[in-house]
């Protein structure tokens, strides 16, 4: 991957050549958007706009062939999130405008994605008659469905534009992206701003429930680089991580986003990592 990154920032018609070629596989659009994104992140929107208009032809004609807006939509919603990072140097901005995003999102699918929409709400149906389940009432699945495309696109943005950053601290800024991801913390008016739409997408819900849908990831993401600071900062390693999510995923399982963004929302009001001493520090104390 960083022979990639480096190929692409060599000229413009090598990233050009990235996003078509990436663009034009289903699958690997998630790649094309991250390249899109180094090019955003390091060069700016000016050299980024050619790039960005190539990208958006292979996504382009997804869509007019198949239906699917995905590639197109997350290529757009990579350069917005891009320019952002760029110009605030803060992933908190990044999280809070990717909910919005795709709170966004689920008023243009339907007019973008219809077929596909109608496609996976027919499939559900059929899979839930042949379970013997009861089928809710097509519109409900319609909607639901509209909000997981939504936001399934812009976790992909999200995290094309964490490769991207990946890339642009493993050419220029080696453990940048690392240090970014340990000290990333929401400030408070953010927690209540994500704190509010859950609390309206949940109390109001109908359409309005894609609120607090869109604002969980945007809180996940911090509570878990809360605990991975901590356990850098402790020098715990590699095997703290991996007791961590085996107890997350195994143990706590559907409490686990739960405890995340009770993680997020507390250490927003008292950052924790400023409370806890370093390994070294400790080391030093005892001496």
Known sequence: MSGLAKWIMEKRRNAIIGVMVFGL???????????????????GVKEGIPVFAWGCLPGLVIWMLQGDATALLVMLDVALLAYLLRETRSWS?????????????TLIQPLLMSDVLNFAVDLVQTVLQREAVEVPERSMIFSQAVMAVSIFQVVIAVFALLLARKWQAGLYNPGGLRSEFHQLRLPVAFS????????????????????????????ILPGLALVHGILAKKEIGVVGLIAFYLVGFFILNVYFANLLIALCVIDSFVDIRSKIQGKASNSSDSE
Not at 26 to 40: K, Y
Not at 196 to 213: D, P
């Open 192 to 219: 209540l701003v994500l704190g509010t739409m859950i609390l309206i997408g949940e109390s109001v819900g109908g359409a309005l429930s894609v609120l607090s849908q869109a604002a969980v990831p945007a809180l």
């Open 25 to 43: 596989i289903p699958v690997m659009f998630w790649l094309a958007a991250a390249i899109l994104g180094l090019v955003v992140l390091r060069k």
């Open 93 to 105: 901005w990044v999280l809070l405008a990717g909910s919005l995003l795709a709170s966004f999102n």
